[in-house]
């Protein structure tokens, strides 16, 4: 090939364009140039704010039961919220929503709540019937009471609080009742003479280093208030 045809170049024809290519491959079409790449002018990139959101609904994820089964496990292990959570897969501030709603309403605190707004209570219609029934039966009772007796009951518990929505809206009112401290009854057992009565008393403990219970009895003349006897047992 002579040195003319290598530098040779084709000329448009009368159109401006190039003749067509006849051979080899076809050639890519123009793209334009990528922009240059800019470094984020910190350190750190940028954070979008679903990266940093909880997305696991823990209240659809667990039954009732399984959050009273969480919270004692929690209770159970001494570990901090922040330890803890991450092993079920929520967040501590879930868990904490968990223990003050138990502590302020019991097991009904933990139950599914309805979305929108408060229409009533959220009992069983079983349980509410039951609350209604105890309160004809026992006009003198309160919420507590009522809350107590329920426990006792074939697995219909209600918190005092839920109690009082119950009878709230069935039409009672509450009534601040004042109550009279009852002075305690002193007993005396002293006797006129020494060895007369004996009394005893046990109080155990653990002792720690070795992991055993010991129990400590002791026995007292009840007329000269003397110790007789005492002895530390396993």
Not at 73 to 93: E, M, Q, T, V, Y
Not at 195 to 202: E, G, H, V
């Amino acid at each position: 090939m002579s040195e003319e045809s290598l530098n040779a170049v084709p000329n448009p024809d009368s159109s401006g364009s190039l003749p067509p290519r006849t051979g080899g491959p076809p050639i890519p079409p123009h793209t334009p140039p990528l922009p240059p790449i800019v470094p984020p002018l910190s350190g750190r990139g940028p954070r979008t704010r679903s990266a940093l959101k909880l997305t696991t609904d823990a209240d659809a994820t667990f039954t009732p039961e399984q959050r009273v089964l969480i919270l004692d496990s929690w209770r159970r292990s001494g570990l901090p919220a922040g330890d803890f959570a991450p092993l079920i897969g929520i967040s501590k501030h879930t868990l904490y929503a968990w223990k003050k709603r138990f502590d302020a309403e019991g097991p009904a605190g933990l139950m599914d709540k309805p979305k929108g707004g408060p229409v009533g209570s959220r009992l069983p219609e079983l349980t509410r019937r039951t609350i209604l029934m105890l309160k004809e039966a026992h006009s003198d009772w309160g919420c507590q009471r009522i809350s107590d007796m329920l426990v006792r009951g074939p697995a219909l518990p209600a918190s005092p609080a839920a109690v009082a929505k119950v009878l709230h809206e069935a039409g009672y009112e509450s009534e601040e009742t004042a109550t009279h401290k009852h002075e305690p009854k002193v007993t005396s057992f002293e006797r006129a003479r020494p060895n007369q009565l004996w009394q005893t008393d046990l109080f155990t403990f653990i002792l720690k280093r070795q992991n055993r219970r010991v129990y400590l009895v002791a026995f007292m003349d009840d007329h000269s208030r003397f110790l007789v006897g005492y002895g530390l047992h396993a």
